[in-house]
């Protein structure tokens, strides 16, 4: 697959090997990617067979195609966060696509997924689930929210309140809810992705940094190019409904998603890329336009990343390539800037950029 987390649809990101990269799009990556996927659609995967899985992972992204145009890097972004076992941040304006993108997905997955609209009189009990009395029992009993679900939707997650916001901590990090002194696991495999408008401000509520930090990326679905945008009229003029998508159909099974999630985990990494990974984390704290640097658990995120993207290019060892394809979709939304520097117009993403420029890459 091909496809690069790094930034917008239109953005530039480094070209790695033959696997997906999120938020950006390499075209000839993309190409080879759409090869790939046809040649592989009529083959079943086994599981436990690392190509079979890889060729189970194109038949999604082949899928999800045939509702979504022009965003397949955040396709790839969504992929290399479930196979790390991670939650996505999708951002953009509105119309481009944030929510048809999980649906789609999710769709192909063939996972249970349920969405929930954020709102400000949201309540945490309306995501996690509350103690209802049931008075034929004459006892309390848990009736299970929406988050216990393989896929949630969180959409527009900043229209809440941070104590509905603070509601998913909890099933983010340790996949489960706990209510009335007992723990409720959450199933297996599970993915939030939530979505957010970076534009409207007024009535929203800016996520907080610990709620930031639980997505293990961040992926900004940009506008389309004109080609793309053209395709996409052609469908809706052809009858294509955004609402049904009734044409796709789930092309892998939960037990290939687990045993892909376990094959991505084998990959092996080496002591001179995890030095290197220490070696970025360290020079974003020393940045003069960072107020609050990439942390420890970022760099184990980037290091799961890393290693979910090196899996789909068909790697057995994390590369630095690997590192710095995810670095700037798994750390955006995990640094600080300084207010000087933000009102001069530095982005998160600008600061990465020359942290992997300045810092030394293990030969």
Do not use: C
């Not at 190409?31 to 436990?48: F, L, N, V, Y």
């Not at 939707?153 to 809440?160: G, K």
């Not at 970076?198 to 509520?205: A, L, N, R, S």
């Not at 640097?293 to 993207?309: E, M, N, V």
């Amino acid at each position: 697959m091909t496809d690069d987390p790094g930034t917008t649809a239109a953005a530039t990101t480094p070209p790695p090997p033959p696997a997906p990269r999120p938020d950006a799009v390499a075209s000839r990556e993309a190409a080879a990617i759409e090869a790939s996927s046809a040649a592989s659609a009529a083959t079943a995967p086994r599981a436990g067979d690392d190509d079979a899985l890889r060729q189970a992972m194109q038949r999604v992204r082949a899928e999800v195609d045939k509702a979504v145009v022009g965003q397949a890097g955040t396709v790839t972004g969504l992929l290399v966060a479930l196979l790390a076992r991670g939650h996505v941040l999708l951002e953009g304006v509105p119309g481009v696509a944030k929510t048809l993108i999980v649906r789609a997905f999710s769709r192909a997955l063939g996972l249970d997924t349920k969405r929930v609209q954020f709102t400000p009189d949201l309540m945490p009990g309306d995501v996690t689930g509350s103690l209802v009395y049931d008075a034929r029992s004459g006892e309390f009993e848990f009736r299970r929210g929406p988050v216990f679900t393989n896929v949630l939707l969180a959409d527009e997650i900043n229209r809440t309140p941070p104590k509905t916001q603070a509601a998913l901590l909890e099933a983010m990090e340790e996949r489960q809810v706990s209510s009335d002194g007992e723990s409720l696991a959450l199933p297996d495999p599970f993915l939030v992705a939530a979505t957010q408008n970076p534009i409207e401000h007024e009535g929203t509520y800016s996520l907080p940094e610990a709620q930031l930090d639980r997505f293990l990326m961040k992926l900004v679905v940009g506008m389309l190019e004109r080609e793309a945008e053209v395709s996409v009229l052609r469908r809706h003029a052809d009858g294509f409904s955004p609402r049904a998508l009734t044409d796709l159909h789930p092309v892998v099974s939960a037990a290939e998603i687990l045993a892909a999630q376990e094959a991505a985990g084998r990959v092996q990494v080496t002591d001179d890329v995890l030095g290197y990974v220490v070696d970025l984390a360290r020079a974003t704290r020393q940045s003069p336009s960072v107020e609050l640097g990439a942390s420890p658990r970022a760099s184990t995120a980037l290091l799961a990343a890393a290693k979910a993207w090196a899996w789909l290019n068909a790697s057995s060892a994390v590369t630095p390539d690997h590192v710095q394809t995810m670095l700037i979709p798994v750390w955006r939304h995990r640094l600080q800037l300084r207010p000087d520097a933000e009102m001069e117009g530095v982005s998160a993403d600008a600061v990465l950029t020359s942290v992997v420029q300045q810092t030394r890459v293990p030969i």
